[in-house]
Antibody
Framework: EVQLVESGGGLVKPGGSLRLSCAAS????????MRWVRQAPGKGLEWVGH??????????DYAASMKGRFTISRDDLKNTLYLQMSSLETEDTAVYYC??????????WGQGTLVTVSS | SYELTQPPSVSVSLGQMARITCSGE??????AYWYQQKPGHFPVLVIY???ERPSGIPERFSGSTSGTTVTLTISGVQAEDEADYYC??????????FGGGTRLTVL
């Protein structure tokens, strides 16, 4: 059974940094393209970015509003995905989900971790 | 920036048919996906590649496409189908974009 468990969320001041983690199990993490999606309170879904498998180059891509501030990385030995966020803004307040998929890019989701950016 | 346009809300009576549309200029060239999200839960895929239904999704869920519009149809709506529905596709740069979401209310 695919399991994705996010952690690392919390309260951070504007301009601050935070690193989220996603522990994956139940599938071949090494070969998976992994993605982050976020959802602001009461709002819709927003793709954050992805990281390809190392076999496919291991490259990353990000939504325009996050480019330069967010960095996605992975540790295939630990089956763990990361999202390093810096220069956080109040608009970054959201539940952050770790996702992956086969039928679609977002078949499997974690429970999400809440990031609150506030002074 | 590229947008996928959905109606904010759709209401339908129990047992009737619900149609939720999603419009975007790249939809003739890019696959669309549909996700259902109930309050407090993560989204669930209900349609992939425009018209395909994942295993475990009831047959009353179907997808269709016509030009720049894709449609999620729920035939014989059940009370448990009340949820937010999001379409997903790619823009011309192959970046994933979600629609704004449609709140389906079952009367």
């Amino acid at each position: 059974e695919v399991q994705l468990v996010e952690s690392g969320g919390g309260l951070v001041k504007p301009g601050g940094s935070l690193r989220l983690s996603c522990a994956a199990s139940g599938f071949n993490f090494t070969n998976a393209w992994m993605r982050w999606v976020r959802q602001a309170p009461g709002k819709g879904l927003e793709w954050v970015g992805h990281i390809k498998s190392k076999n496919d180059g291991g490259t990353t891509d990000y939504a325009a509003s996050m480019k330069g501030r967010f960095t996605i990385s992975r540790d295939d030995l630990k089956n763990t995905l990361y999202l390093q966020m810096s220069s956080l803004e109040t608009e970054d307040t959201a539940v952050y989900y770790c996702t992956c998929g086969t039928y679609s890019p977002f078949d499997y989701w974690g429970q999400g971790t809440l990031v609150t950016v506030s002074s | 920036s590229y947008e996928l346009t959905q109606p904010p809300s759709v209401s339908v009576s129990l047992g009737q048919m619900a149609r939720i549309t999603c419009s975007g200029e790249t939809l003739p060239k890019k696959f669309a996906y549909w996700y259902q999200q109930k309050p407090g839960h993560f989204p669930v895929l209900v349609i992939y590649k425009d018209i395909e239904r994942p295993s475990g999704i009831p047959e009353r869920f179907s997808g269709s496409t016509s030009g720049t519009t894709v449609t999620l149809t729920i035939s014989g709506v059940q009370a448990e189908d009340e949820a937010d529905y999001y379409c997903l596709s790619k823009d011309s740069s192959d970046t994933w974009v979600f629609g704004g979401g449609t709140r389906l209310t079952v009367l």
